[in-house]
């Protein structure tokens, strides 16, 4: 959650990342960003195009989801599947991993170190480098246990 008024800083170093690795800031590129950082946590795709499209109506839809996709190759938004129905997206600025009930739905962001310890195990065991924050840890909450 971003802290009120920290919203145009956190926008400014997004951006500046974006310009370090050498890519530019287009209208549509600093939209994508803002829209993700109104969305305050996660967004689909179609939230994210309905957001840029509210204020730039004149950016297309495949240019919008090319800037997730270029984005996310450039570990600035990563997308994540909490379960059934669309990813959701989200920034790498704020990483976190996601424990979803499969009775309710409700959504827990945990620290993106919770699953380190696995992480380490895979990697030492089998060579595999897993990003364990591209998917949800599904099971049940307290309410619903």
Known sequence: MTPPGDR???????????R?????????RRA??????????HATAEEVLARVQAA?????????YR?????ERLG????THLG??????????????????EVCG????????????????VRSTYGFVMRPAHFAVVGRCASCA
Do not use: F, K, W
């Open 106 to 121: 409700h959504v827990v962001e945990v620290p993106a170190t919770l699953l380190r310890p696995v992480e380490e195990s």
């Open 8 to 18: 145009g800083s956190r926008l400014d170093e997004i951006l500046a990342g974006i």
């Open 32 to 41: 994508v960003v803002s829209a993700l950082l109104d969305a305050d946590g």
């Open 67 to 71: 800037n997730l996709d270029t984005l």
């Open 84 to 101: 059934h129905g669309p990813a959701v997206h989200h920034l790498t600025d704020a990483m976190h991993q996601h424990l979803v009930c």
């Open 20 to 28: 370090a690795a050498g890519e530019r800031v287009t209208v549509a």
């Open 56 to 64: 730039h109506p004149e950016v297309h839809v495949a240019t919008i």
């Open 76 to 79: 600035v938004v990563e997308h």
